[in-house]
């Protein structure tokens, strides 16, 4: 019995559809601070550090303010828009200008494309006072 209940976990695993979210801030949040701790989450995929090409892994990419890249065979580009967690961060702090701001998580594998299958989340409003 013990056997047939792994298989079973071995194989929903390995069916499910990774997903990646944000914990904080939340959709349509109103932040009294600039300053904004974003905490990231992931479901069904593991986090590893740029560089390490581990199977069914990645490490994060916040977009701000900007759409998802157009071609999503290239390296997430990496400026003030696109903030990579190389390190396999799982939270960051960032300084916000006061206004709406968009926000966007993007799973890049060990050389920061997006995976085959692209995992993104959904794109969330953040408005700053």
């Known amino acids: 019995m013990k056997k047939i209940l792994i298989i079973v976990f071995i ?6 559809e990774p997903r990646v979210y ?3 801030p939340k959709n ?23 560089g390490y090409n581990i199977p069914n892994t990645g490490h994060h990419h916040l977009l701000i303010d900007s759409f998802l890249p157009e071609d999503l065979t290239k390296p997430i580009p990496a400026d003030e ?4 967690f190389g390190l396999g961060q799982t939270e ?12 966007r998580l993007v799973l890049g594998n060990y ?16 408005i700053v006072l």
């Not at 194989?11 to 499910?16: G, K, M």
């Not at 960051?92 to 926000?103: A, K």
């Open 22 to 24: 944000f914990i904080e």
């Open 28 to 50: 349509n949040q109103i932040l009294t601070e600039r300053a904004v701790t974003v905490k990231f989450g992931l479901e069904d995929f593991g986090v590893a550090p740029a």
């Open 81 to 84: 828009y696109h903030l990579h």
């Open 92 to 103: 960051t702090v960032i300084y916000l200008e006061p206004g709406e701001h968009s926000l």
């Open 111 to 126: 050389l920061h494309i997006p995976h085959e299958e692209p995992i993104y989340s959904e794109e969330i409003t953040v």
């Open 11 to 16: 194989v929903s695993n390995l069916l499910a």
